[in-house]
């Protein structure tokens, strides 16, 4: 991670999201909610007894804003 923090060329691209613990549903919607309204797409969860590994895992979750239903021109 100190790679990403310390290299302009990558600053330029990514953002580490931070790590937030989740204290309970009351602290999850709101935060959910104020990623929503800042024009966010989502969140994703981490069960805390998952293993961390790279790439697709069973221990996350991705929790994203619903889009609108799609309409048909006719």
């Known amino acids: 991670m100190d790679y ?3 290299n302009e060329e ?9 790590y937030v613990k989740c204290s309970g ?9 104020d990623i929503a309204d800042v024009g966010g ?6 069960d805390p007894l998952s293993t961390v590994i790279a790439g697709r895992s069973a221990g ?9 239903p799609l309409t048909t021109n006719g």
């Open 4 to 6: 990403v923090h310390n």
């Open 10 to 18: 990558c600053k330029k691209y990514l953002q580490v999201a931070p």
């Open 25 to 33: 549903m009351p602290h999850l919607e709101k935060f959910f909610q």
């Open 41 to 46: 797409e989502g969140i994703i969860l981490r």
């Open 60 to 68: 996350y979750l991705k929790h994203k804003v619903p889009l609108p």
